[in-house]
């Protein structure tokens, strides 16, 4: 009976450490775990035009606490919906869905951009600048529009297509303007990235051409056609403001987030096994060549399809995206908001997770974003549960990207732990500065039971990552009584390489 006993706690004791670390396994240490804040039409943030300085605070920050419990590390916040700003050093009107009339700014008077990078940094979230490049208006509502907006100063610049105003690409003044537009935010405000979703040229409509023949005929004497024109237009904006970027400040990464298919096999051996809409002919958004020639950062393209659909199937282009980044990022924008629709794929609610541990099983695919924000903090389909206690249970530093920085930052130093009735207080020395001149951005703090070997390649071990330099410090209160551990701190600078440990520290909780 007790030999009985005995085997099956053994496999009981078997059973939970492959559980454990089967969910270490599925919680990468380097991770992008995005979402995507969307300010247009109010969709995500705030809640309406109008509310309070304080009210648009109060909600800003609800959304931060919980995509951090969630575990998620990026946030991809919407600044510039349609050639309007949620920020003030630029030199474009305040956004209309802001206060409800475009040009009018907070009072009393905040940056939301500005609020959003610090109170994101805080939570160790890296925070991306997301511009909507083209699109100017979302209606032909004049009232809409304030004198300063650049449709009425510079009407000559636009064309109408779908009930909106969209800047022409093929103008070089529109590209030169779009590059400023962008370098005013990355110059004045403390971002990590600029992102750009997927409106180039405007998604077709029926029976509309796009009225830009004019501009082709004054510019497009060199090309074959106006495909090939259009297509320029566009890869020479993606190609100048890398280049800018990299001047102005070169920790900024820049991506973009195109529809999901490039091209489909039919149409070209390098494309995808898909049979869908296509941004190459229709958007005129040459995607790959971007990551081919090394103008982004990273690939984020929006693959809002199931499983088994065959016109775009999920994992297809996550394998044919993952085959086509060139060495740079993927991240797969997952379409949450589709996970309670009523079809084939997307009715089955296991669709995200699955499509998360499809995208982990690819080691050149190195994370998600998704959209959007309330369809994460609304939980549907319980992806929000799914995260918290299963993908996401540990925390994740953002990949690094060795292209832009291969330096690690110097290891603090001087740990030393002291117990408290509250927790554990540790503090430590800042380390000196790196052989490229960098000091540390921030620090991630290791805890391990007395006796556990020191790894710092299992996330289960982080307690703490922050982005502050000068906060040398940190109270662990999700410690145990009477029991003993031992700390490691490691620096990371702004492009998170992380430095080596420093030295340990032992500690017993007294309480």
């Known amino acids: 009976m007790f030999k009985k006993l005995f085997f099956f706690f053994f496999l009981f004791i078997a059973a939970s450490a492959s559980l454990v670390f089967s969910q270490v396994n599925s919680s990468p240490k380097r991770e992008f775990r ?74 009393p008077y905040y940056d939301p951009l500005e609020f959003v990078i610090t109170e994101a940094h805080k939570r160790g979230m890296e ?24 449709t009425k100063q510079k009407p000559q610049w636009f064309f109408i297509y779908g009930g909106k105003k969209l800047f022409n690409p093929g103008v070089p003044e529109v590209r030169d303007y779009i590059v ?18 997927d409106y180039f040229y405007p998604y077709p409509e029926a029976n509309q051409p796009i009225r830009d023949s004019e501009t082709y005929y004054k510019y497009g004497s060199g090309f074959k056609n106006v495909e090939d024109w259009r297509r320029n237009n566009v890869d020479t904006l993606i190609h100048v403001l890398s280049d800018s970027i990299r001047t102005a400040k070169k920790h900024v990464k820049f ?21 869908g809409f296509d941004g190459y002919s229709k958007l005129y958004a040459n995607a790959r060549k971007w990551v081919q020639e090394g103008w982004l950062d990273y690939i984020n393209p929006q693959i809002y399809f199931p499983f088994g659909y ?33 079809r084939p794929g997307w009715n089955d609610r296991r669709q995200i997770p699955d499509q998360i541990r499809y995208m982990r099983s690819n080691p050149r695919a190195q994370g998600s974003v998704f959209f959007s924000s309330k369809s994460v903090t ?58 490229d001149g960098d000091k540390a951005y921030g620090y991630v703090v290791y805890r391990f039971d007395k006796g556990q070997t020191i790894n710092i390649e ?3 071990n982080i307690v703490n990552i922050s982005f502050n330099s000068l906060d040398t410090s940190f109270v662990d209160t999700a410690v145990s009584a009477n029991k003993s551990y031992i700390y490691v701190v490691t620096a990371i600078d702004r492009l998170k390489n992380e430095s080596s440990v420093s030295n340990t520290a032992e500690i017993t909780v007294l309480r």
């Open 180 to 197: 400023q537009v962008v370098l005013d935010v990355v110059r004045n405000y403390d971002i990590d990235g600029v992102h750009f979703d």
């Open 127 to 150: 925070l991306h600048a997301w511009f909507n490049p083209y699109r100017a208006t979302l209606n032909l509502i004049d009232s809409h529009t304030s004198p300063q907006h650049i």
């Open 458 to 460: 299992n996330p289960a």
């Open 34 to 107: 995005g979402a995507w804040v969307a300010t247009v039409a109010n969709i995500d943030w705030p809640s309406k035009p109008g509310l309070s300085t304080e009210l648009q605070k109060a909600e800003l920050l609800r959304i931060l606490d919980d995509h951090k419990k969630t575990g998620i590390n990026a946030i991809m916040f919407q600044v510039r919906p349609a050639a309007d700003s949620f920020y003030g050093k630029g030199r474009e009107p305040w956004s209309r869905y802001l206060n409800g009339v475009q040009g009018k700014a907070p009072s």
């Open 255 to 275: 991506g973009v987030s195109p529809f999901g298919i490039w091209r489909n096999l039919s149409q070209d051996p390098e494309g995808s096994e898909s049979n």
């Open 378 to 435: 609304n939980n549907m389909a319980g992806v929000k549960d799914s995260l918290r206690n299963d993908f996401y249970r540990f925390p994740a530093l953002q990949p690094v990207m060795l292209w832009l920085d291969v330096i690690d930052p110097n290891p603090p130093y001087e740990l030393v732990a002291k117990s408290l009735p509250n927790g554990v207080q540790l503090n430590w020395k800042e380390g000196t500065v790196s052989e």
């Open 310 to 342: 065959k016109v775009a199937p999920y994992d297809k282009l996550v394998d044919w995206w993952s085959d086509n980044t060139f060495g740079k990022h993927l991240y797969v924008g997952q379409g949450v908001y589709r996970s309670m629709e009523n």
